[in-house]
């Protein structure tokens, strides 16, 4: 199984829809992250976690909320999806203990298609 | 104006060539610099780490920090084909704490080609 879990992997939701991404990681990690990815404007920081009680902005929350269910679980929601959030979006995490060096652990990405 | 900035290619260069990847930042505070390797349909996967300035080789990678001139490169020797992939950097101002978030680039594809 892969340290980092993201579902679904695939997803085509109407607009005004109300969507949620899942994620999952065996790491043990306490910090966890949301990104979205575009061309030509790389990932951007949705939001982010730090432990379960937790959760921060990033640098493009609108639009977007989080839950963080466990230490385990982090999953991202659109609370009404526009076409404009069509995107490939990544759950990830990192071990505060190992510092950057360590980087960041990625999942496999959900490609959210909003029509 | 972007705090990284990366040329989005796409680069492509014959099996065995030597691939230079760049990318110019804003922020003298940062002082950790990655580069992550993302191949088509995967998530992005650390491939080389460096703090401040210097160099640091591994295998067939070299990567260079110049924090003088806020410029780090990615080199791969001896390029295969299994090396095609988008290769991000990344870099942050705090190893550990609320300040170790990534900033990164947008990335460079690159394409090796037989």
């Known amino acids: 199984d892969a340290d980092v879990t993201q579902t679904p992997r695939n997803r085509i939701t109407k607009t005004g829809k109300r969507i949620m991404l899942e994620c999952s990681q065996t790491?043990?990690?306490?910090?966890m992250y949301w990104y979205r990815q575009d061309p030509g404007l790389g990932l951007r920081l949705i939001y982010y976690?730090?432990?379960?009680?937790?959760?921060n902005k990033g640098e493009i929350s609108d639009g977007y909320s989080v839950s963080r269910q466990a230490q385990a679980k982090f999953s991202l929601s659109l609370e009404s999806a526009i076409p404009n959030q069509t995107a490939l979006y990544f759950c990830?995490?990192?071990?505060?203990?190992?510092?950057?060096?360590?980087?960041?652990?990625f999942g496999s990405g959900t490609r959210l298609t909003v029509v | 104006q972007k705090e990284v900035e990366q040329d989005p290619g796409p680069l492509s260069v014959p099996e065995g060539a030597i691939v230079s990847l760049n990318c110019t930042y804003s922020?003298?505070?940062?002082?950790?610099f990655m580069w992550y390797r993302q191949y088509s349909r995967k998530g992005p996967e650390l491939l080389m780490y460096?703090?401040?300035?210097g160099n640091k080789e591994d295998g067939r990678f070299t990567a260079q920090v110049d924090k003088s001139s806020k410029y780090i490169s990615l080199f791969i020797r001896d390029s295969q084909p299994s090396d095609s992939a988008t290769y991000l950097c990344?870099?942050?101002?705090?190893?550990?704490?609320?300040?170790?978030?990534?900033?990164f680039g947008t990335g460079t594809r690159l394409q090796v080609t037989l």
């Open positions: 990830a995490t990192s071990d505060p203990t190992q510092g950057a060096n360590y980087g960041y652990t």
């Open positions: 790491k043990g990690h306490d910090r």
């Open positions: 976690s730090f432990d379960v009680k937790d959760i």
């Open positions: 922020n003298s505070a940062f002082q950790y």
């Open positions: 460096t703090y401040s300035s």
């Open positions: 990344a870099m942050t101002f705090s190893d550990t704490g609320t300040a170790s978030k990534l900033t």
